[in-house]
T-cell receptor, first 110, second 116 residues
Framework: DTAVSQTPKYLVTQMGNDKSIKCEQN?????MYWYKQDSKKFLKIMFS???????INETVPNRFSPKSPDKAHLNLHINSLELGDSAVYFC?????????FGQGTRLTVV | KQEVTQIPAALSVPEGENLVLNCSFT??????LQWFRQDPGKGLTSLLL?????REQTSGRLNASLDKSSGRSTLYIAASQPGDSATYLC???????????????FGTGTQLKVEL
């Protein structure tokens, strides 16, 4: 059973479009995250939700809007996509211990 | 602002060697430190988690140590194998994060290649 799953795995889209990435975890964790890995492979946190409430927003442009319908799901919606949004986006979850990551969504904006 | 650095950036070793990967962080007020591996095109796999009160953790051929006062952690891999080839990332969680959560600040990674 996949612990943290995100869809789609690959996403290619044109500039200006709006797209969503979905994430689900079956670990029963209270906290979920979105991280971005740039072209230099550096990983940086974007958002964190604890039990459906936003607790971390790392100065991400407001074109990015996370939504957590319940504590097992955290989706990421991106408006007006730009070339610089091309990256790998990782969903993760944690409880009192370590973090567990999904397989990533490779977003390419053309 | 927490900064995490990993040395070396890349490492190539013959199979069977024991090796050490280094991680340093600038702010010693951490809650825990976690080591991950990332295979090309794949997600992150958690290897070891060390709480701030612990000095080391072991799993199979892997041993991670933590010296919080000096801001350092090492990942020791014994008897390396070609299957160990991957990028290794360390990440720290700050102490005192309100509202729960395990916000990670990642290092720059060490790309390891183990050759036959």
């Amino acid at each position: 059973d996949t612990a943290v799953s995100q869809t789609p795995k690959y996403l290619v889209t044109q500039m200006g479009n709006d797209k969503s990435i979905k994430c689900e975890q079956n670990l029963g964790h209270d906290t979920m995250y979105w991280y971005k890995q740039d072209s230099k492979k550096f990983l940086k946190i974007m958002f964190s939700y604890n039990n459906k409430e936003l607790i971390i927003n790392e100065t991400v442009p407001n074109r990015f809007s996370p939504k957590s319908p319940d504590k097992a799901h955290l989706n990421l919606h991106i408006n007006s996509l730009e070339l610089g949004d091309s990256a790998v986006y990782f969903c993760a979850s944690s409880q009192s211990g370590g973090s567990f990551f999904g397989q990533g969504t490779r977003l390419t904006v053309v | 602002k927490q900064e995490v650095t990993q040395i070396p950036a890349a490492l190539s070793v013959p199979e069977g060697e024991n090796l050490v990967l280094n991680c340093s962080f600038t702010d010693s007020a951490i809650y825990n430190l976690q080591w991950f591996r990332q295979d090309p095109g794949k997600g992150l796999t958690s290897l070891l988690l060390i709480q701030s009160s612990q000095r080391e953790q072991t799993s199979g051929r892997l041993n991670a140590s933590l010296d919080k006062s000096s801001g350092r952690s090492t990942l020791y891999i014994a008897a390396s194998q070609p299957g160990d080839s991957a990028t290794y990332l360390c990440a720290v969680t700050p102490r005192g994060l309100t509202g729960g959560g395990n916000k990670l600040t990642f290092g720059t990674g060490t790309q390891l290649k183990v050759e036959l």
